[in-house]
C-alpha cells in the first residue's frame, strides 16, 4: 500500500510519523482543488435549479455530526507498554491533524495551509511550506505539490453551501514493534468528510464531495522519516459506495460513485 509520510512534533517527548494513504481528491468540480488526486467522489448534477436547503438530506451524511464534532474521540486504554493518558494525547494530536488537514477555512479556500504547518517539525515545516506550489509529477508519479496532504479548493472557485462540512469515523490504538526492534504507538484513522460546495454564481452546479482520509499516525522516538511511494490511480472500474468507510486505503485519486 502506497503512502507518503509526513514527520510532526507531538505534544509528547516522541517525534510523530504520519503516514497518509488514500487522502482527498483534487481536480473536480465545482472550481479545482489545489495539488495531487486524492481519493474522494463527486455527485453527478442532479438539479438545474440550485442545492435544496439542506443539501445532504436524503444522503448517509444526513444525520452525521458538523465539523470538528464529527471526531469523536475513543476512551483511551493502556496500549502496550503505553498509558492510557499517552493514548489520549495521541489520539488528541490526530484529531488536530484531520481538522487542520480537512476542515481548516483558511486552507480549504487556497490559502497557506498554516494550521497544518504548525504541526511539522521545523525540518519538515520547511519543506511542506517549499513545496506547495511545487509543479509536475515524483518519481513516484505522483504530483510533487506537499498541498496533496491537505484539502484545497483554488482561490474564488468554490463556495459552500449548507450548514457545514458532515464528518464521521473512526480511529483506534494499538501497540507495534518497527522492524528495528523499537516500540511505536500506531492511530489507525478512517474518516469520511461530505462537503456540498458551488462555483460563484452558479448554483446549479452544485454537488457533494466525499473524502476519505485513511491514515496511520505513528507515534515513536524517531528523528526522522523518510517519504515513501503513493500510487496515483484515476476513477475506474466499479463504482463504490463513497459513505461507506474502510474501502479505499490505498488508492489515491477520484473514484466513481454509486451515489452520493
Known amino acids: 500500500m502506497g503512502r507518503r509520510s509526513v514527520m510532526t512534533a507531538g505534544a509528547t517527548a516522541a517525534a510523530l510519523v504520519m503516514c497518509l494513504a488514500a487522502t482527498a481528491c483534487n481536480g473536480v468540480a465545482p472550481g479545482s482543488l489545489l495539488g495531487a488526486p486524492r481519493s474522494a467522489s ?11 436547503a439542506d443539501p445532504f438530506a436524503g444522503t448517509p451524511a444526513d444525520h452525521w455530526a458538523y465539523g470538528a464534532a464529527g471526531i469523536v474521540l475513543p476512551a483511551a486504554k493502556p496500549a502496550g507498554g503505553y498509558s492510557a493518558a499517552q493514548v489520549e494525547t495521541a489520539y488528541q494530536w490526530t484529531k488536530k491533524l484531520l481538522v487542520a488537514a480537512n476542515l481548516d477555512p483558511q486552507t480549504l479556500a487556497g490559502g497557506t495551509p498554516t494550521a ?7 525540518q519538515q515545516r520547511t519543506g511542506f511550506l517549499n513545496g506547495l506550489n511545487t509543479k509536475g509529477m515524483n518519481k513516484y508519479g505522483t504530483a510533487a505539490s506537499t498541498r496533496t496532504n491537505v484539502v484545497s479548493f483554488a482561490p474564488g472557485s468554490t463556495q459552500f453551501i449548507g450548514a457545514g462540512i ?3 469515523g473512526t480511529m483506534s490504538a494499538k501497540a507495534v514493534t518497527a522492524a528495528n526492534g523499537a516500540p511505536e504507538l500506531d492511530i489507525d484513522v478512517d474518516y469520511l468528510f461530505v462537503y456540498a460546495a458551488e462555483p460563484p454564481h452558479h448554483p446549479e452546479q452544485w454537488m457533494r464531495l466525499v473524502n476519505q482520509d485513511g491514515w496511520v499516525v505513528t507515534f515513536a522516538a524517531w528523528p526522522t522519516a523518510s517519504p515513501g511511494p503513493a500510487p496515483s490511480v484515476s476513477a475506474s472500474g466499479s463504482p ?7 474501502q479505499q486505503h490505498g488508492v489515491a485519486g477520484c473514484q466513481a460513485a454509486t451515489s452520493t
Request: charged content about 10%; aromatic content about 8%; overall charge positive.
Open 116 to 122: 497544518f504547518a504548525n504541526l511539522l517539525t521545523p
Open 42 to 52: 463527486a455527485a453527478p448534477l442532479t438539479k438545474l435549479t440550485g442545492p435544496p
Open 240 to 246: 463504490i459506495n463513497p459513505y461507506e468507510a474502510g
Open 166 to 168: 458532515k464528518v464521521h
